[in-house]
């Protein structure tokens, strides 16, 4: 975003005050985007570059040919697509795409970026505003100064404050103590987390879903039967039908909250969705169900799931990648050892966890083997970040760290345990290492990950838990528990910690 601003301050004569001049207060004035869409070398091959830029509702989109060095800057007038005036800071959405002699498809990248629009009348003296006069956007959460500063209360340091847990574990077998204040609340083990649209967070805790509404109020709306203390499971507020879905791997199913109001028997407050009840093994002759309605399917481990805009459930179960389509029959997308003439990629997975769909671009993203996936429309399999656990160097050193300093900034890299989208499609992920950091760090647009949250780096004498062997304080190892889960809602982040 290039701004090119002029300002100007004008005392007034027999006072204190000033009469100041911002040019983007002017009706022409514009907010622009540079983009560039080719590098100085391009391949022969290239044929086509197209542009495609969404703002407000707006559509752009141009075609250029291929040319080294292509650059181009869109003008927006601050209006939408019903030329309406868009106060305050809004999203662009910039898609290009490149189109080569011996590939029938284009391929696309897609990034996002932050426009400003109009901003509010404060002194009505034409363009000129008086320095002691202030005006706030509280719809925005912007403040516009007299002087021609603004504050954007969104883009303030961020606070890390405790949404539920007093920091004492909660009785296995819990009733209506549960309920109440979420602050208040005790919890066992939170292992999972996700968000609805309505700012509700929904907590994964040991043997109970819990909600937490938008007023901080708590109350369970399932408990899981015969279940134990290291137990692992998945949720998902899919966006679709609005309810809430559990990947059971010790059901072997997947599950549907089927009310998430307070009911009075939350043990049987489910439908089944995926799975039959039967564990699949590896090199199954029916291939675990494929090709059957989801209820008919035989599942091995399900773990993560993420739901596309057609309502399509993709879901990690033991090595692969699942899927059940709108339709409601099951396929895999991506397995260990992929058949000959199969449509599925041809690469080697070993134990995805987490999955997620890109808001922006609407691609599959997956964690496995300490790295960050992403299965592109044509079917190839990307890295985004990290690097496999053998992957080193001959003196020892991450392979990232030799390639791509960016994504590790120089810090130690640990594995990623859980990755989430922002609603403008940035990625943020939980990393853990062996020395107890524990942090989330966000992806920016050009593959640099950055720190979002937790100590940057945390050494061997400042761990704040120490497992010891003996009451002397001799061979003591960090013994942090990580971050299990995190979620985006619309103005902050929650994390299981």
């Given at each position: 975003?290039?701004?090119?601003?002029?300002?100007?301050?004008?005392?007034?004569?027999?006072?204190?005050?000033?009469?100041?001049?911002?040019?983007?207060?002017?009706?022409?004035?514009?907010?622009?985007?540079?983009?560039?869409?080719?590098?100085?070398?391009?391949?022969?091959?290239?044929?086509?570059?197209?542009?495609?830029?969404?703002?407000?509702?707006?559509?752009?989109?141009?075609?250029?040919?291929?040319?080294?060095?292509?650059?181009?800057?869109?003008?927006?007038?601050?209006?939408?697509?019903?030329?309406?005036?868009?106060?305050?800071?809004?999203?662009?959405?910039?898609?290009?795409?490149?189109?080569?002699?011996?590939?029938?498809?284009?391929?696309?990248?897609?990034?996002?970026?932050?426009?400003?629009?109009?901003?509010?009348?404060?002194?009505?003296f034409g363009s000129w505003n008086l320095d002691i006069h202030h005006r706030y956007n509280f719809h925005e959460g912007v403040l516009q100064k007299g002087d021609g500063t603004t504050v954007f209360f969104k883009q303030q340091p961020r606070?890390?404050?405790?949404?539920?847990?007093?920091?004492?574990?909660?009785?296995?077998?819990?009733?209506?103590?549960?309920?109440?204040?979420?602050?208040?609340?005790?919890?066992?083990?939170?292992?999972?987390?996700?968000?609805?649209?309505?700012?509700?967070?929904?907590?994964?805790?040991?043997?109970?879903?819990?909600?937490?509404?938008?007023?901080?109020?708590?109350?369970?709306?399932?408990?899981?039967?015969?279940?134990?203390?290291?137990?692992?499971?998945?949720?998902?507020?899919?966006?679709?039908?609005?309810?809430?879905?559990?990947?059971?791997?010790?059901?072997?199913?997947?599950?549907?909250?089927?009310?998430?109001?307070?009911?009075?028997?939350?043990?049987?407050?489910?439908?089944?969705?995926?799975?039959?009840?039967?564990?699949?093994?590896?090199?199954?002759?029916?291939?675990?169900?494929?090709?059957?309605?989801?209820?008919?399917?035989?599942?091995?481990?399900?773990?993560?799931?993420?739901?596309?805009?057609?309502?399509?459930?993709?879901?990690?179960?033991?090595?692969?990648?699942?899927?059940?389509?709108?339709?409601?029959?099951?396929?895999?997308?991506?397995?260990?050892?992929?058949?000959?003439?199969?449509?599925?990629?041809?690469?080697?997975?070993?134990?995805?966890?987490?999955?997620?769909?890109?808001?922006?671009?609407?691609?599959?993203?997956?964690?496995?083997?300490?790295?960050?996936?992403?299965?592109?429309?044509?079917?190839?399999?990307?890295?985004?970040?990290?690097?496999?656990?053998?992957?080193?160097?001959?003196?020892?050193?991450?392979?990232?760290?030799?390639?791509?300093?960016?994504?590790?900034?120089?810090?130690?890299?640990?594995?990623?345990?859980?990755?989430?989208?922002?609603?403008?499609?940035?990625?943020?992920?939980?990393?853990?290492?062996?020395?107890?950091?524990?942090?989330?760090?966000?992806?920016?647009?050009?593959?640099?990950?950055?720190?979002?949250?937790?100590?940057?780096?945390?050494?061997?004498?400042?761990?704040?838990?120490?497992?010891?062997?003996?009451?002397?304080?001799?061979?003591?190892?960090?013994?942090?528990?990580?971050?299990?889960?995190?979620?985006?809602?619309?103005?902050?982040?929650?994390?299981?910690?």
């Amino acid at each position: 975003m290039n701004e090119q601003v002029l300002q100007e301050s004008l005392v007034i004569p027999g006072s204190h005050l000033h009469l100041v001049y911002h040019s983007s207060y002017s009706q022409g004035y514009l907010s622009t985007i540079n983009v560039q869409l080719t590098p100085s070398s391009i391949p022969k091959s290239l044929r086509l570059v197209l542009l495609r830029i969404v703002i407000e509702g707006i559509l752009f989109e141009k075609t250029f040919e291929a040319d080294p060095d292509i650059k181009y800057t869109y003008s927006w007038n601050k209006r939408n697509i019903y030329k309406q005036k868009v106060y305050g800071i809004t999203v662009a959405k910039v898609f290009v795409g490149y189109q080569y002699k011996d590939c029938k498809q284009t391929v696309w990248t897609a990034l996002s970026t932050t426009l400003r629009g109009y901003d509010m009348d404060i002194s009505e003296f034409g363009s000129w505003n008086l320095d002691i006069h202030h005006r706030y956007n509280f719809h925005e959460g912007v403040l516009q100064k007299g002087d021609g500063t603004t504050v954007f209360f969104k883009q303030q340091p961020r606070v890390i404050s405790v949404l539920m847990g007093n920091g004492l574990p909660r009785n296995m077998i819990c009733g209506k103590e549960c309920n109440g204040f979420a602050r208040d609340n005790r919890l066992l083990a939170p292992i999972a987390l996700t968000s609805g649209p309505d700012g509700s967070v929904y907590v994964g805790d040991a043997n109970l879903i819990r909600r937490i509404t938008p007023d901080r109020q708590v109350y369970t709306v399932f408990k899981h039967k015969n279940l134990r203390n290291s137990y692992q499971y998945h949720i998902m507020l899919s966006p679709i039908d609005g309810h809430l879905y559990i990947s059971d791997p010790e059901r072997h199913q997947i599950l549907r909250i089927h009310s998430l109001d307070k009911v009075e028997d939350p043990e049987n407050n489910l439908d089944v969705v995926v799975g039959n009840g039967d564990r699949c093994f590896p090199h199954d002759p029916l291939k675990c169900g494929d090709g059957k309605p989801a209820p008919e399917a035989r599942l091995i481990y399900p773990k993560g799931m993420a739901f596309a805009t057609d309502g399509t459930l993709y879901f990690a179960d033991g090595n692969s990648i699942r899927v059940v389509d709108n339709h409601g029959i099951v396929h895999t997308i991506i397995n260990r050892r992929p058949k000959r003439g199969s449509y599925t990629p041809r690469i080697k997975l070993h134990w995805p966890t987490h999955v997620g769909i890109n808001p922006l671009e609407g691609s599959l993203y997956f964690i496995d083997d300490h790295m960050v996936l992403k299965l592109t429309p044509d079917r190839r399999v990307m890295v985004i970040a990290g690097s496999p656990a053998y992957c080193k160097t001959s003196d020892g050193n991450d392979f990232n760290n030799q390639t791509n300093g960016r994504i590790n900034n120089s810090h130690e890299m640990g594995f990623f345990a859980n990755f989430a989208f922002g609603p403008t499609g940035i990625l943020y992920v939980t990393e853990v290492s062996e020395s107890g950091v524990n942090r989330v760090r966000a992806l920016t647009q050009d593959g640099e990950l950055i720190h979002f949250a937790g100590k940057k780096t945390i050494t061997r004498h400042s761990c704040p838990v120490e497992m010891c062997r003996d009451i002397n304080a001799q061979n003591c190892t960090c013994a942090v528990p990580p971050m299990s889960a995190l979620t985006p809602s619309p103005n902050e982040f929650e994390v299981c910690d």
